[in-house]
Nanobody, 123 residues
Framework: HVQLVESGGGSVQTGGSLTLSCQVSGHTYNRYCMAWFRQVTGKKREGVASLAYDGTPYYADDVRGRFTISKDNAKNMVYLQMNSPKPEDTAVYYC??????????????????RGQGTQVTVS
């Protein structure tokens, strides 16, 4: 049974920093593609960052240079370091994983497993 559990969300001031964590269980996740998505109420879920099977990171244009996705294989953890967040980064952030993508890495539906999300509020 694969399970992804996000943590680390909360309130942060503009220009501060926040690190989101995703605990992965149930699969050898270092062989999986991992990603972070976010969603604002009433809007579509959008890709924030992803790690390809070989560990290559990809970022959405509006977070590149500010956010960093990383993983710790030993701990089965995936992280999203958010530096210099802006109010427009306010959203529920979700972790996702998939052995094989069913579409673009930016498409949340391409991932087989998803967490329940953690709220991030930037003010």
């Amino acid at each position: 049974h694969v399970q992804l559990v996000e943590s680390g969300g909360g309130s942060v001031q503009t220009g501060g920093s926040l690190t989101l964590s995703c605990q992965v269980s149930g699969h050898t996740y270092n062989r999986y593609c991992m990603a972070w998505f976010r969603q604002v109420t009433g809007k579509k879920r959008e890709g924030v960052a992803s790690l390809a099977y070989d560990g290559t990171p990809y970022y959405a244009d509006d977070v590149r240079g500010r956010f960093t996705i990383s993983k710790d294989n030993a701990k089965n953890m995936v992280y999203l370091q958010m530096n210099s967040p802006k109010p427009e980064d306010t959203a529920v952030y979700y972790c996702a994983s998939s052995l094989r993508l069913g579409g673009s890495r930016r498409n949340p539906n391409a991932y087989k497993y998803r967490g329940q999300g953690t709220q991030v509020t930037v003010s």
